[in-house]
């Protein structure tokens, strides 16, 4: 079997150009430039353009900067608005669960029942035997006699 020789070698390619995205990038250029090609007109070119670049650079830090802060400022807002709404619907699942823990049907109020009476000795004797409180009734009464 022959391997099939393609041109995917990387060997071929051209070593690709580096990007950046900082426009302080062309101060390379300074280093690559001959020395007897550096005159004044140059130098202050270079530097001019150097200089516009930092001030765009820093223009659009100062508009990121205030783009953060609105954004920032809203986010706030909206950090409050939302534990406002978390605190409502705290609120109203709290008055929920006070309701479910005893359904109208079932609320009992205090009953107007009295406590059983304390009886005596004798009165527990003849509620357990009826009918000795009926020969007790029936029988002779018997007086003191002093």
């Not at 430039?33 to 670049?53: P, R």
């Not at 223009?59 to 950090?79: M, P, R, V, Y």
């Not at 205090?110 to 009926?134: E, I, R, T, W």
């Amino acid at each position: 079997m022959s391997k099939r020789q393609g041109s995917t070698s990387k060997g071929k390619s051209a070593a690709p150009q580096e990007r950046s995205s900082s426009p302080l990038a062309n101060l390379a250029s300074i280093s690559q430039v001959n020395a007897g090609d550096l005159t004044n007109n140059h130098i202050v070119k270079q530097f001019n353009n150097t200089d516009s670049n930092f001030q765009a650079l820093q223009l659009s830090n100062h508009e990121t900067c205030n783009l953060i802060g609105a954004l920032d400022f809203k986010q706030t807002k909206l950090e409050g608005k939302i534990d406002n709404i978390i605190d409502t619907v705290n609120k109203i699942t709290d008055h929920i669960k006070a309701n479910h823990k005893q359904p109208p049907h079932l609320k009992q109020e205090p009953s107007g029942v009295l406590p059983a009476p304390a009886y005596s000795l004798n009165q527990k004797q003849f509620m357990k035997d009826p009918m000795a409180l009926h020969q007790s009734i029936l029988s002779d009464v018997k007086y003191l006699q002093f």
